[in-house]
């Protein structure tokens, strides 16, 4: 084994809570430490067996005695108790400077105004964020318009009620795809100048 690598961590937060994965699969010799500050992970992983390690140095701190962590074949998650709730962290880290192993984990984030009641408190794949296109769909089939980048899907918006964006019984809208030529693609003839 060589140098130390990276593991790849998720976040999330609410008021009160931060929500913190960290993505290794095939793990073995694990060392998870958790101060109001900071949490320390490390461990032996992936395919080729590098020893993997992580410091995350907090903006404010946590209450470790009342957070809680779990484990799946390839993921570690950490539910922790923000120590002062209130406003949202401008950012999880100390640091100022966003590392490149930190992403946002948009499956679990909710913003900071959405009025709702919090999701849960539960730890494990699915928890904390719910899946968007799963909640589309109870509420009455739209699925697809998390990131509204699902609307191909949906047949040109066709379940909308005549509400499509070309007018009432127009043709929905081009929403991208290849670039061939169609025949619609016609040039337009000149504006005549009338009298």
Known sequence: MS????????????????????????????EISLTESKLIFKAVGGVERHMYAVELEFFDEVIPQESKKSRTDRLYFFLLKKKNPGPYWS???KV???PH?????FNKWRDEDDSGSDMDDELGAG?????LNAMMQQMGGMAGMGGMGGMAGMGGMAGMGGMGMG?????????????????????????????
Do not use: C, H
């Open 91 to 93: 950012r999880l880290l």
């Open 167 to 195: 007018g009432a019984g127009g043709a929905p809208p081009d929403l991208g795809g290849d670039d061939e030529d169609d025949s619609d693609d016609e040039e337009m003839p000149d504006l005549e100048k009338g009298d």
């Open 96 to 98: 100022s400077k966003k």
């Open 3 to 30: 140098s130390t690598l990276y593991p790849l961590v998720l976040w999330a937060q609410r008021k009160d809570v931060l929500y913190i994965t960290v993505d290794l699969e095939d793990t073995e010799n694990e």
């Open 127 to 131: 928890g904390g964020g719910g899946d």
């Open 101 to 105: 192993f930190l992403k946002t984990d």
